[in-house]
């Protein structure tokens, strides 16, 4: 599969994540991974690199973030706060990105999960 389709449809993995997801050798997706950087159609953000395409802007791309990587990543990525808690209107975007992209729906069920368990 391609790489850059696959970062356009599921926006956000991380490296061995989409190595695992495509079954590609880690050096080969390194080097792809790399010019598609140079040539500007992707772009990382992020403390633990998380790949997007470059149509997708910034903000919409940390909210991904922050969706596939939990609560602990709030201060890897800037968003829109309100006071302590995420705006209203960045709430909305995170729901209108996992309906957008269903692959998404995995990573926030696991950190809801995860959530859920600390608190018991």
Do not use: W
């Amino acid at each position: 599969m391609d790489i850059f389709l696959h970062i356009a449809r599921c926006p956000g993995p991380y490296f061995r994540l989409l190595a695992k997801e495509l079954g590609m050798p880690i050096g080969t997706l390194k080097y792809h991974l790399d010019k598609l950087t140079r040539d500007r159609l992707v772009y990382t953000l992020g403390r633990r690199p998380r790949y997007f395409p470059y149509t997708m802007p910034v903000e919409e791309a940390a909210v991904v973030y922050l969706v596939r990587e939990g609560p602990g990543a709030l201060d890897a990525v800037e968003v829109r706060r309100c006071g302590r808690r995420l705006c209203p209107e960045i709430k909305e975007l995170a729901m209108a990105l996992v309906r957008q992209y269903p692959c998404l729906q995995r990573d926030l069920v696991a950190n809801f999960i995860d959530l859920f368990s600390q608190l018991l």
